[in-house]
């Protein structure tokens, strides 16, 4: 039996998906002022941020450093860097904390896998969004389906949910 490409990206994303255990939850996010938890495991980057409007901000500088450093080129840092801030803004906005980022420049198959975990679906929306017309939000997914060569969520057991894209480098 032939492994097609899709089954190869699927245990891929299935690998990934398993760095990441179900139980215990996360770290809880830093208070404001404190410097993003930063470890790198397989090549992975995680970052835990706070929960706040400075998480997208952060989350793209992190990301700018990380694949800027992996010699990327500056359109498929600029995809990768709107992507993170839209999974961010969107976890800030949509969901609780904690809030995790992860970041994957894959050597192979020439992608970059950007993960957010979030305490998963908040009981309302956060402050900017609810501050603001129809028309001012709600391009989001949009954005990440022109960018994303495929993209998703894995909700965890403990009710944390993950949503992630993978950004081609070609």
Same mark, same amino acid.
């Given at each position: 039996? #032939?492994?097609?490409?899709?089954?190869?990206?699927?245990?891929?994303?299935?690998?990934?998906?398993?760095?990441?255990?179900?139980?215990?939850?996360?770290?809880?996010?830093?208070?404001?002022?404190?410097?993003?938890?930063?470890?790198?495991?397989?090549?992975?980057?995680?970052?835990?941020?706070?929960?706040?409007?400075?998480?997208? #901000?952060?989350?793209?500088?992190?990301?700018?450093?990380?694949?800027?450093?992996?010699?990327?080129?500056?359109?498929?840092?600029?995809?990768?860097?709107?992507?993170?801030?839209?999974?961010?803004?969107?976890?800030?906005?949509?969901?609780?904390?904690?809030?995790?980022?992860?970041?994957?420049?894959?050597? #192979?198959?020439?992608?970059?896998?950007?993960?957010?975990?979030?305490?998963?679906?908040?009981?309302?929306?956060?402050?900017?969004?609810?501050?603001?017309?129809?028309?001012?939000?709600?391009?989001?997914?949009?954005?990440?389906?022109?960018?994303?060569?495929?993209?998703?969520?894995?909700?965890?057991?403990?009710?944390?949910?993950?949503?992630?894209?993978?950004?081609?480098?070609?």
């Amino acid at each position: 039996m #032939t492994t097609t490409v899709e089954d190869r990206l699927e245990e891929q994303l299935d690998d990934l998906l398993a760095l990441w255990p179900d139980e215990p939850a996360p770290l809880p996010a830093p208070a404001r002022t404190a410097a993003p938890v930063t470890g790198v495991t397989d090549g992975i980057t995680e970052c835990t941020l706070a929960h706040d409007t400075t998480a997208p #901000t952060i989350a793209r500088h992190i990301a700018r450093t990380l694949l800027a450093a992996h010699d990327l080129p500056d359109p498929v840092i600029d995809s990768a860097l709107l992507v993170t801030s839209e999974l961010v803004t969107n976890a800030v906005e949509h969901a609780l904390a904690p809030l995790t980022l992860h970041i994957h420049p894959e050597h #192979t198959g020439g992608r970059v896998w950007i993960g957010v975990t979030d305490g998963g679906p908040a009981t309302h929306d956060g402050a900017w969004t609810t501050s603001c017309t129809e028309d001012e939000h709600g391009r989001g997914r949009a954005v990440i389906n022109a960018l994303a060569d495929t993209h998703g969520t894995h909700t965890h057991t403990n009710g944390h949910t993950t949503h992630w894209a993978r950004i081609p480098t070609t």
